[in-house]
């Protein structure tokens, strides 16, 4: 079992940046693919980025965040990070870390097995 503790939301100027950090307790989440989504009310959690297990720099990120948002782990720390940049007010969501036990950090949210509560990002124009 991996639980999954998410941090680092807020409310922030479009422009601005914030770092999210998904902290797991339990196992080892540097044997998991992790992904990042994103969810605003009415809709479905939209991936956002993900990491590949047993790296630090496999990442893939969906189109409407390249350039601007980044994935990343420490495994010291037991901890996957998700840095947001030049956020724009379409960003604003609740925001949710989960694992898979598996290599890739597939896209779809219904592949995962594991779920940290989410954080809320508010972006402001």
């Known amino acids: 079992q991996v639980q999954l503790a998410v941090s680092g939301g807020g409310l922030v100027q479009a422009g601005g940046s914030l770092r999210l950090s998904c902290a797991a307790d339990?196992?080892?989440?540097?044997?998991?693919?992790v992904g990042w989504f994103r969810q605003t009310p009415g809709k479905d959690r939209e991936f956002v980025a993900g990491?590949?297990?047993?790296?630090?720099?496999?990442?893939n990120l969906a189109d409407s965040v390249k350039g601007r948002f980044t994935a990343s782990r420490d495994d010291a720390k037991n901890t996957v990070y998700l840095q947001m940049s030049s956020l724009k007010p379409e960003d604003t969501a609740v925001y949710f870390c989960?694992?898979?036990?598996?290599?890739?950090?597939?896209?779809?949210?219904?592949?995962?097995?594991?779920w940290g509560q989410g954080t809320q990002v508010t972006v402001s124009s």
């Open positions: 990491i590949r297990a047993w790296s630090d720099a496999d990442t």
């Open positions: 339990g196992r080892r989440l540097s044997g998991y693919a």
């Open positions: 989960a694992a898979r036990r598996s290599l890739v950090a597939v896209t779809s949210s219904g592949m995962y097995d594991y």
